[in-house]
């Protein structure tokens, strides 16, 4: 769901940035009560010898995904690909300085209103994300949205 569980990891707001100046993490969290902590403070860990991992179903999974692929985290270990010193991103991130327009002409901008669910043949979209974040991803999930919701849309069209 869209809320937090016992056991996942947060950082406060007022923490800032989750990687410091210095290479070291900031103080990770565990939640411990969900009501006390927002959706958009909690961290998933990127695998490595210097992170906290859940201690929920989710950390498990990392434990036997990481166990099962025969990767143990060390500095020491000879694999290079497992002395990663690990780090932390946020589950979700918002956009934003976000915009958007019509591309196309006049013509296009002149049907749509803010009542109809109006199918465009192309959008500009601009935003900002922070570091560590992958537009590619916001926009495939923007487009999971709209692709769902057309189909749904569809759906209803065809069966009546």
Do not use: H
């Not at 270990?77 to 196309?104: C, H, M």
């Amino acid at each position: 769901g869209l809320r937090p569980v016992k056991g996942d990891l947060y950082i406060r707001e007022n923490d800032g940035d989750i990687d410091a100046e210095d290479g070291t993490t900031v103080d990770v969290q565990v939640v411990t009560d969900p009501d006390s902590v927002s959706i958009s403070q909690i961290i998933l860990p990127l695998p490595g010898y210097n992170i906290q991992y859940p201690p929920n179903d989710v950390g498990e999974l990392y434990t036997k995904m990481l166990r099962d692929d025969g990767i143990e985290m060390s500095k020491n270990n000879k694999i290079p690909e497992s002395t990663a010193k690990g780090s932390y991103r946020k589950l979700f991130q918002r956009a934003t300085n976000l915009k958007w327009d019509i591309v196309g002409g006049k013509e296009n901008k002149d049907q749509l209103d803010s009542t109809a669910d109006q199918m465009v043949s192309a959008a500009r979209l601009t935003f900002e994300l922070e570091s560590g974040c992958y537009a590619t991803m916001m926009l495939r999930e923007l487009m999971l949205s709209t692709m769902s919701r057309g189909c749904k849309v569809n759906q209803k069209t065809m069966s009546t």
